[in-house]
T-cell receptor, first 113, second 111 residues
Framework: NAGVTQTPKFRVLKTGQSMTLLCAQDMNHEYMYWYRQDPGMGLRLIHY???????AKGEVPDGYNVSRLKKQNFLLGLESAAPSQTSVYFCASSFRPDGAAQHFGDGTRLSIL | EDKVVQSPLSLVVHEGDTVTLNCSYE??????LLWYKQEKKAPTFLFML????IEKKSGRLSSILDKKELSSILNITATQTGDSAIYLCAVPMNRDDKIIFGKGTRLHILP
């Protein structure tokens, strides 16, 4: 009964380092999303995918890249981390495109020093 | 520019009170509005409102869509401490499957 699993849960990086956040879902959902959440800012969409092999930019895509090579996995990459990317990152998946009934992971807390 | 605005941003009430949270939107070709509740970690889905389903209710929570005023309200009656959370409103964009969230209302219920 895993749902959406994000790894890692916490990470501290130095400016300029790179890393990849992994999101895995076991519900056979087509739609997957990466959000960031900053204090007082709600959720902001970084990138999303409407199916295996597809990706698209959200509201705040700069500094991030994504890949969806397998339907169940959605990877978020930071090529050269910056302090402005310190945030809590949430992955979500859904069987429908209208944002309803999204299942969210528990988040990854990322700090960039 | 498409946007979703929630108010108030923060609210503190006593247990048993009734609260009303607001969400207004400006989007092209509106089709639906979503409410999510976020407690400690992941947001959980509450309601979806559309032109054909402008009112939803679940226990003490209810929500109404006002297409004329381009807004929605979320009502919680007889609040309990377990209702303390961030309530998020979101609107999917019709043209490209993006989803725009508001900044959320942080609700705190005092015992």
């Amino acid at each position: 009964n895993a749902g959406v699993t994000q790894t890692p849960k916490f990470r501290v990086l130095k400016t300029g380092q790179s890393m990849t956040l992994l999101c895995a879902q076991d519900m056979n959902h087509e739609y997957m999303y990466w959000y960031r959440q900053d204090p007082g800012m709600g959720l902001r969409l970084i990138h999303y995918s409407v199916g295996e092999g597809t990706t698209a930019k959200g509201e705040v895509p700069d500094g991030y890249n994504v890949s969806r090579l397998k339907k169940q996995n959605f990877l978020l990459g930071l090529e050269s981390a910056a302090p402005s990317q310190t945030s809590v990152y949430f992955c979500a998946s859904s069987f429908r495109p209208d944002g309803a009934a999204q299942h969210f992971g528990d988040g990854t807390r990322l700090s960039i020093l | 520019e498409d946007k979703v605005v929630q108010s108030p941003l923060s609210l503190v009430v006593h247990e048993g009170d009734t609260v009303t949270l607001n969400c207004s939107y400006e989007v092209t070709n509106f089709r639906s509005l979503l409410w999510y509740k976020q407690e400690k970690k992941a947001p959980t889905f509450l309601f979806m409102l559309t032109s054909s389903g402008i009112e939803k209710k679940s226990g003490r929570l209810s929500s109404i869509l006002d297409k004329k005023e381009l807004s929605s309200i979320l009502n919680i009656t007889a609040t309990q401490t377990g209702d303390s959370a961030i309530y998020l409103c979101a609107v999917p964009m019709n043209r490209d499957d993006k989803i725009i969230f508001g900044k959320g209302t942080r609700l705190h219920i005092l015992p």
